[in-house]
T-cell receptor, first 114, second 113 residues
Framework: EAQVTQNPRYLITVTGKKLTVTCSQNMNHEYMSWYRQDPGLGLRQIYY???????DKGDVPEGYKVSRKEKRNFPLILESPSPNQTSLYFCASSLSGQPGQPQHFGDGTRLSIL | GENVEQHPSTLSVQEGDSAVIKCTYS??????FPWYKQELGKRPQLIID?????GEKKDQRIAVTLNKTAKHFSLHITETQPEDSAVYFCAASPYTGRRALTFGSGTRLQVQP
């Protein structure tokens, strides 16, 4: 089954404790992206990757890191999480980053930073 | 960069009525406009999309219209049903494609039985 898989689905942690949210897709998609969703703000892009070893900042990259060492994986790293990063996070992928490519979303990861 | 505004933020209709959600975008070079539906606790899912060379597209009870001159596009849902209740997001794709989608802030649609 074609899918985007995120882990963990839920995480409660404390300020400053490094964490990684994994994202994996099995569709051989070139483009992958991370969004955060906050009430009233919609989905805002954090980072995206056009292909292996090619990553770039989205609209809200502060406090986050990503890597794209393999085509299927695109982990999101919070080196020193803070309470304002409490949010619902979605990973998405599409065949390429060109306009007109439908994006497939994972099930989301709800992070709570205390 | 692209900026997408979406209205209304909440919409309540009676079952069987029509619902319309409107979005405007800022980048005249955007050429792809998808709509996503997100049910409570679920992932956003693509329900319909339109490209800039088309003015209207229909899929059963849903339709999307695009006015490139005015830079706005709308989602129309006819004969609404309780299962249409969800948050709907519009999005626009910048010409460069480097940031594939910029989303609107969402509309919470509630269909009253």
């Amino acid at each position: 089954e074609a899918q985007v898989t995120q882990n963990p689905r839920y995480l409660i942690t404390v300020t400053g404790k490094k964490l990684t949210v994994t994202c994996s897709q099995n569709m051989n998609h070139e483009y992958m992206s991370w969004y955060r969703q906050d009430p009233g703000l919609g989905l805002r892009q954090i980072y995206y990757s056009m292909n292996v070893e090619v990553t770039d900042k989205g609209d809200v990259p502060e406090g986050y890191k990503v890597s794209r060492k393999e085509k299927r994986n695109f982990p999101l790293i919070l080196e020193s999480p803070s309470p304002n990063q409490t949010s619902l996070y979605f990973c998405a992928s599409s065949l390429s980053g060109q306009p007109g490519q439908p994006q497939h979303f994972g099930d989301g990861t709800r992070l709570s930073i205390l | 960069g692209e900026n997408v505004e979406q209205h209304p933020s909440t919409l309540s209709v009676q079952e069987g009525d029509s619902a319309v959600i409107k979005c405007t975008y800022s980048d005249s070079a955007s050429n792809y406009f998808p709509w996503y539906k997100q049910e409570l606790g679920k992932r956003p899912q693509l329900i319909i999309d339109i490209r800039s060379n088309v003015g209207e597209k229909k899929d059963q009870r849903i339709a999307v219209t695009l006015n490139k001159t005015a830079k706005h596009f709308s989602l129309h849902i006819t004969e609404t049903q309780p299962e249409d209740s969800a948050v709907y997001f519009c999005a626009a794709s910048p010409y460069t494609g480097r940031r594939a989608l910029t989303f609107g802030s969402g509309t919470r649609l509630q269909v009253q039985p």
